[in-house]
């Protein structure tokens, strides 16, 4: 059974950083590409960033290209989302993603692709 589990989330001011993290207990792992997402209110869920299985591959949202970075730790079964610069446009619920078999791309960016989710952390961007 693949669980994700997030943290991290908290209120900071314009400007400031967070590290969101996500670990990810089952087999799927190392096999699959793993992903960000957001909720704000009253918007539907939005892809944020992706990283391939084999860590050779990111892609941003365009609205955060150069602000946040995607990466992993194998060794601790666990995706990061650094965000850098934030703004208050970024408060959202963040969810991390995973997504099972059949794995046709090294990437995927819709989240109807992903099969498992973790239950969300929030960000606060506010002065």
């Known amino acids: 059974q693949v669980q994700l589990v997030e943290s991290g989330g908290n209120k900071v001011q314009p400007g400031e950083s967070l590290r969101l993290s996500c670990v990810v207990t089952?087999?799927?792992?190392?096999?699959?590409?793993l992903g960000w997402f957001r909720q704000a209110p009253g918007k539907e869920r939005e892809f944020v960033a992706v990283?391939?299985?084999?860590?050779?591959?990111?892609f941003y949202t365009e609205d955060v290209k150069g602000r946040f970075t995607i990466s992993k730790d194998i060794t601790k079964n666990t995706v990061y989302l650094q965000m850098t610069n934030l703004k208050p446009e970024d408060t959202a619920v963040y969810y991390c993603?995973?997504?099972?078999?059949?794995?046709?791309?090294?990437?995927?960016?819709?989240?109807?692709?992903?099969?498992?989710w973790g239950q969300g952390t929030q960000v606060t961007v506010s002065s």
């Open positions: 089952g087999s799927t792992f190392h096999i699959t590409p």
């Open positions: 990283l391939s299985s084999s860590a050779d591959r990111e």
């Open positions: 993603a995973a997504k099972g078999p059949p794995m046709y791309y090294s990437i995927y960016t819709m989240s109807d692709d992903y099969d498992y």
